[in-house]
């Protein structure tokens, strides 16, 4: 009898998760610290709309048979800047006055050889980082198709509060 119960449980909240419109996830990593902690539960809302992601959001994506979870940083038509050291071993994130003294430092041979490049984001995709100047992010394998985000991550943080902060961290 308990069995029984225990598997009409068991069926009922599989049943309940399915039918919700968000779905609890782990977060496996420190891609995202200090926004999200390795191994914090979350939920992540099932239903995207393109026109409703946001500079700041937190979204999880499918990515060659893995899920990862990362903040927008760019949206269809934005420019993002991005910097690479001569062994392309880091890419970092520029705003335009930085954009100008990396120019001026590289001619000037102050800073090792790098590469400054301009990245337009396409129709129908966005560009996301991780807090983490390491993070496996847009910044190696590019902007990601908006399709293959399978949800928003719901935090306590407004977007811009958490755009800020990746910001800032990614940026020199």
């Given at each position: 009898m308990?069995?029984?119960?225990?598997?009409?449980?068991?069926?009922?909240?599989?049943?309940?998760?399915?039918?919700?419109?968000?779905?609890?996830?782990?977060?496996?990593?420190?891609?995202?610290?200090?926004?999200?902690?390795d191994?914090?539960?979350?939920?992540?809302?099932?239903?995207v709309?393109?026109?409703?992601l946001?500079?700041?959001?937190?979204?999880?994506?499918?990515?060659?048979?893995?899920?990862?979870?990362?903040?927008v940083y760019?949206?269809?038509?934005?420019?993002?800047?991005?910097?690479?050291?001569?062994?392309?071993?880091h890419?970092?994130?520029?705003?335009?006055?930085?954009?100008?003294?990396?120019?001026?430092?590289?001619?000037n041979?102050?800073?090792?050889?790098?590469r400054?490049?301009?990245?337009?984001?396409?129709?129908?995709?966005?560009?996301?980082v991780?807090?983490?100047?390491?993070?496996?992010?847009?910044?190696?394998?590019?902007?990601?198709?908006v399709?293959?985000?399978?949800?928003?991550?719901?935090?306590?943080?407004?977007?811009?509060?958490?755009?800020?902060?990746?910001?800032a961290?990614?940026?020199?």
């Amino acid at each position: 009898m308990a069995r029984r119960w225990l598997l009409g449980i068991l069926l009922g909240l599989a049943l309940l998760q399915w039918a919700m419109p968000w779905k609890v996830g782990i977060v496996w990593g420190h891609s995202m610290t200090p926004i999200l902690r390795d191994k914090q539960v979350i939920l992540i809302g099932r239903h995207v709309d393109a026109g409703g992601l946001h500079k700041g959001d937190i979204v999880s994506f499918r990515r060659n048979g893995g899920t990862y979870i990362k903040a927008v940083y760019g949206l269809p038509g934005d420019v993002i800047t991005e910097f690479y050291t001569d062994d392309r071993t880091h890419a970092l994130l520029l705003d335009r006055n930085t954009e100008r003294k990396v120019r001026l430092t590289i001619r000037n041979r102050i800073t090792r050889e790098g590469r400054i490049v301009h990245i337009r984001v396409p129709e129908g995709y966005v560009y996301v980082v991780g807090s983490d100047t390491s993070s496996n992010d847009s910044r190696s394998f590019g902007p990601i198709p908006v399709k293959d985000i399978t949800g928003t991550v719901r935090t306590a943080r407004r977007p811009e509060s958490v755009l800020k902060e990746v910001t800032a961290l990614c940026r020199i």
